[in-house]
């Protein structure tokens, strides 16, 4: 079955029967906001966070379950954002590629950091997706040392 509805397909409910005709219905993606310090929780996996920089935040990830995935999107850049691991065990792994440089996790890094300093953009990204003990990374930014592990 597919996850959308062409335009014009009638959905049918048992007990009920036809319903209305869905308008260019699609399939979303949860979305949550955050400008201010938070810890994620499994609740939240699979969703993208969109990630206000305005004032310095950190942003904890929960301890690593398989399947756990995120994918976070900055929308202003005025101050340090940082994706920061639950335990010292977990692990990065991956690239975050800039323009003219990229980045790659190294054993001991313990966070992402969108740098203000680096003068990341709005539409910065990372996608994080989790074996149950690595948090495998990969995203993209404007400029090199925009975005970068710690």
């Known amino acids: 079955m597919s996850n959308y509805y062409h335009k014009g397909s009638k959905v049918t409910v048992p007990g009920i029967g036809a319903e209305p005709q869905l308008q260019n219905f699609r399939h979303s993606v949860a979305t949550r906001t955050l400008a201010a310090d938070t810890t994620l929780t499994a609740e939240d996996s699979g969703k993208t966070i969109f990630v206000s920089g305005a004032s310095a935040i950190d942003v904890t990830l929960p301890s690593p379950v398989a399947g756990m995935n995120f ?80």
């Open 71 to 150: 994918k976070f999107i900055i929308t202003n850049v005025t101050a340090d954002v940082d994706i920061v691991q639950a335990g010292s065990s977990d692990d990065f792994v991956g690239t975050i590629m800039g323009v003219s440089a990229n980045d790659s996790a190294v054993s001991g890094d313990t966070k992402i950091i969108f740098d203000q300093s680096g003068g990341y953009s709005a539409g910065d990204w990372v996608s994080l997706s989790c074996d149950g003990t690595n948090w495998y990374v990969e995203g993209a930014c404007s400029s090199a040392a925009d975005v970068v592990f710690g």
